[in-house]
């Protein structure tokens, strides 16, 4: 098989065509595609049963049940996903922990995929009582995170899982320089931010840096708190695209406010999708978004 075959070269190729990004959307129409990431695992994954859809497909109810997605899905009910759902060799192969020195600060990550010149970059920040391991694990939260690195890996990406030492200022900034520095080691490819529960306040934080939002290509929020004045944000006025996925029975963000904020955004065009999933609780979306659908989102988007 020629290397131009492989979903690495394939995907470098999309992301370069008629300067880079741009390209990304000439590919898409040509091909008839739904981006430039390729499937991993979508069968295990991506086949998720809609019982609603509105805003043509922009909002959509996922069907979520516990003994089907947890204790089926599990060797280890939310401890150890079962073997088939991970493919551990992204991890063996790409997987260091590093500390970086990011303008006079400091910042534990893990990152998965090459320091320079990835495809894309994806950084993924916990929730309280988290660090880099969260991200980093390949087992828990039914093998999302691993699917995560062997779709970014593959495709010629970079994935980072860093410590944020807190959810305050001092927590943004880090992030912060942390999405300035992948931004310019991957000369100017898209960077994606996904927060999950409170780490979402660092989505928030950032989302109000005029200078951050430079270098940002879209945003995840995964089960966090709203943000009822984000349309007034820098984010907002460069049009980053923002991704929601939520748990319907969701105890620690209500749900109903989330899909507020979606439909303030989606009224003025913007370009958003929202994932709820009927009965999730808070953490279902750290498990079960489909980071194939996130990422082809994201990319497509930035193409525009």
Not at 1 to 15: C, E, F, K, N, V
Not at 87 to 113: C, I, K, P, W, Y
Not at 198 to 212: H, L, P, T, W, Y
Request: proline share 6%; charged share 25%.
């Amino acid at each position: 098989m020629s290397t131009d075959d492989l979903p690495q070269a394939r995907t470098l190729r999309w992301l370069a065509a008629l300067g880079l990004v741009f390209g990304l959307a000439s590919a898409a129409a040509a091909q008839g595609t739904d981006g430039p990431i390729p499937p991993f695992k979508d069968d295990l994954f991506s086949r998720q049963t809609v019982l609603e859809s509105r805003d043509d497909g922009a909002f959509e109810v996922i069907d979520y049940q516990e003994q089907r997605d947890i204790n089926g899905r599990d060797e280890e009910p939310e401890r150890r996903v079962k073997s088939a759902y991970v493919d551990t060799a992204v991890s063996h192969r790409q997987q260091v922990n590093e500390t970086l020195s990011l303008g006079g600060m400091r910042l534990d990550v893990t990152r998965v995929g090459p320091l320079e010149n990835a495809a894309f970059t994806v950084i993924f920040i916990h929730g309280r009582g988290g660090d880099r391991r969260l991200g980093a694990n390949d087992f828990s939260f039914g093998g999302n995170f691993n699917r995560l690195k062997n779709l970014t890996v593959t495709s010629g990406g970079t994935y980072y899982a860093p410590s944020v030492p807190g959810f305050d200022p001092n927590g943004a900034a880090d992030v912060a320089a942390l999405i300035r520095f992948v931004f310019e080691n991957s000369k100017g490819r898209p960077v994606i931010l996904a927060c999950a529960s409170m780490g979402n306040f660092i989505c928030q934080s950032v989302s109000r840096d005029k200078e951050a939002v430079r270098y940002l290509k879209g945003l995840v929020v995964m089960g966090g708190p709203p943000d009822p004045g984000f349309l007034t944000t820098p984010a907002a006025k460069l049009r980053i695209p923002v991704f929601f996925s939520h748990g319907s029975a969701d105890k620690v963000y209500k749900a109903e406010e989330q899909i507020a904020v979606y439909q303030k955004m989606i009224s003025k065009a913007y370009p958003t999708r929202f994932r709820l999933f009927r009965t999730g609780g808070h953490g279902t979306p750290v498990r079960m978004s489909d980071w194939r659908e996130i990422l082809n989102f994201m990319l497509t988007q930035a193409a525009r």
